[in-house]
């Protein structure tokens, strides 16, 4: 890397040439490595192991105890629902098994379906086959559309 200085007493111009380093002193390779140790890891992934730790390798629900060979079944529920809400103190947490932890969103979704509100989007029709249907200005447009497309198609 290239340095220049000014004097203001003579007019010159220093320049002095150095060796790349990284701010911190560290090899360029080191702080590459972290790097990639670190977009490794999802964001927000600690708060698994700290809820562990907090509450204990139980389902809190079913009360299934788990040990190391097994811990990868148990997963964490966030009580509110808000995934980015991690408090240290583990409050927004529980610990539950996969089993216990899919039921509880599936009774979500289960609810919403009788309550008719699953799969259910506001949706317009743009063109339908239907004559009657395409009535709308919308609609008289894109037959419109059609048939000059198919006009053309003809024409050449």
Same mark, same amino acid.
């Given at each position: @890397?290239?340095? @220049?200085?000014?004097? #203001? ?8 040439? &150095? ?16 790097? #990639? ?12 192991? #700290?809820? *562990? ?8 629900? =079913? ?14 529920? $966030? ?17 539950? =098994?996969?089993? =216990? ?15 008719? *509100? ?9 063109? &339908? ?11 008289? #447009?894109? &037959? ?11 024409? $050449?």
């Amino acid at each position: @890397m290239a340095r @220049m200085t000014f004097s #203001k007493k003579s007019g010159r111009i220093r320049t002095s040439v &150095t060796k790349d380093q990284a701010v911190s002193g560290r090899a360029v390779e080191d702080i590459a490595r972290d790097m #990639k140790r670190d977009l490794q890891k999802p964001p927000g992934e600690d708060y698994r192991e #700290k809820s *562990l730790a907090i509450h204990g390798l139980i389902c809190a629900r =079913c009360a299934r105890e788990f040990d190391e060979s097994n811990r990868h079944l148990l997963t964490v529920h $966030h009580k509110d629902g808000n995934h980015m809400n991690n408090p240290l103190d583990g409050s927004n947490w529980e610990n539950l =098994c996969v089993y =216990c932890h899919e039921d509880i969103h599936g009774r979500d979704l289960l609810g919403d379906f009788f309550d008719g *509100l699953a799969g259910h989007k506001e949706e317009a029709v743009v063109y &339908t086959d239907d004559k009657e249907a395409n009535e709308g200005v919308l609609g008289k #447009k894109l &037959t419109q559309a059609l048939r000059e497309k198919k006009e053309k198609k003809r024409g $050449h």
